[in-house]
């Protein structure tokens, strides 16, 4: 699909028009039939600008969750993270023979 240069084309298609114009009334359908294609393609043209603009507008939605996600996820890892590390010194507690050291508790339950 090619791509319209909007200001050139409508440059263009004035100036047809106007040469149009000039060479008498036999060339007036003609410039009438200009004037509706280049009413035509500034339609054309506003149609796809606003297409531009909505795309843009979803694309910076879409960014706009990615980066949410993004922190969700930063979140939950540090969570994870941190909950790691405090299963990690609960099991070496235990391995140790709990919060008083190895015997400390066992001695107090054989009295």
Do not use: C, F, I
Not at 28 to 49: K, L, N
Not at 82 to 97: D, I, M, S, Y
């Amino acid at each position: 699909m090619s791509r319209l240069n909007p200001p050139r084309t409508l440059v263009t298609a004035v100036g047809v028009a106007a040469s149009l114009a000039a060479a008498g009334p036999a060339r007036a359908q003609s410039v009438a039939e200009m004037a509706a294609r280049m009413d035509a393609m500034q339609r054309q043209m506003q149609a796809m600008q606003q297409e531009l603009a909505a795309l843009r507008r979803q694309a910076g939605t879409q960014k706009a969750a990615l980066a949410g996600e993004a922190r969700e996820r930063r979140v939950l890892s540090r969570e994870q993270a941190r909950l790691a590390a405090k299963t990690e010194h609960q099991q070496r507690v235990a391995q140790a023979g709990g919060p008083g050291g190895p015997g400390r508790g066992r001695a107090r339950t054989r009295r």
